[in-house]
Nanobody, 127 residues
Framework: QVQLVESGGGSVEAGGSLRLSCTFS????????LGWFRQVPGKKREGVAT?????????KYADSVKGRFTISQDNAKNTLYLEMNNLEPEDTAMYYC???????????????????WGKGILVTISS
């Protein structure tokens, strides 16, 4: 059974940092393309960052997070990361990790186009 479990969320002040982790079980992430998405109540889920199988293409970032967020993966630990720096109140959202065998993964993917999703973790940024 495939499981994706996010961790590392929480509440920080604007300008602070958080590192989200997504630990996978039941699949090896080296075969998948991966992404982080976020959603605010009442709004559509949006892509934050995506990463292809190692060596395929450079990671993609939403314009709103470029230069502040970094996506990475550790295949040995079967874990996906999202390093978030200089956080802004507008970054407040539920954050979800996701995986798909067919690549590439685009920032515009919706909840039906990915193979697997985590349950999400809350990030709250106060001003």
């Amino acid at each position: 059974q495939v499981q994706l479990v996010e961790s590392g969320g929480g509440s920080v002040e604007a300008g602070g940092s958080l590192r989200l982790s997504c630990t996978f079980s039941g699949l090896g992430i080296s075969r998948y393309c991966l992404g982080w998405f976020r959603q605010v109540p009442g709004k559509k889920r949006e892509g934050v960052a995506t990463i292809e199988r190692e060596g395929d293409e450079a990671p993609k970032y939403a314009d709103s997070v470029k230069g502040r967020f970094t996506i990475s993966q550790d295949n040995a630990k079967n874990t996906l990361y999202l390093e978030m720096n200089n956080l802004e109140p507008e970054d407040t959202a539920m954050y979800y990790c996701a995986a798909r065998l067919i690549c590439p993964v685009m920032l515009e993917e919706d909840q039906y186009s990915m193979d697997y999703w985590g349950k999400g973790i809350l990030v709250t940024i106060s001003s």
